[in-house]
């Protein structure tokens, strides 16, 4: 999997980041609106939350649900009227297969 990034139009409140976990490569953006803190602090934090819920959960959907809840709940207590979405694809190299993810209105083309 490839991830081009370098001429995609990133306005100042929004996040994108990619790393991988073991055999999953994870994708995505943080649309922020009302400041960049929410989505920045999704962007360094996602790794950190999303891989013990790799380790544990049954299914990648399950995982990122529990990360989703879990960024919100962090994002709350230092919130100071920022917010994001999040969008995020998770591949598993290993056979190829992808999960697609969202929270709030952004939304990802399954092509």
Do not use: R, W
Request: glycine share 8%.
């Amino acid at each position: 999997m490839h991830v081009y990034v370098d001429n995609i139009s990133i306005k100042g409140e929004d996040s994108y980041f990619h790393f991988q976990i073991n055999n999953y490569i994870v994708s995505g953006i943080a649309d922020g609106h009302g400041g960049k803190d929410a989505s920045t602090f999704c962007k360094y934090n996602i790794h950190k939350v999303l891989k013990p819920f790799i380790d544990k959960e049954k299914t990648i959907g399950d995982a990122l649900k529990k990360t989703f809840e879990s960024l919100h709940e962090k994002c709350l207590s230092f919130s100071n009227n920022s917010g994001t979405t999040l969008t995020v694809v998770v591949l598993n190299s290993d056979n190829n297969e992808y999960t697609c993810a969202n929270v709030g209105d952004s939304h990802a083309l399954h092509i």
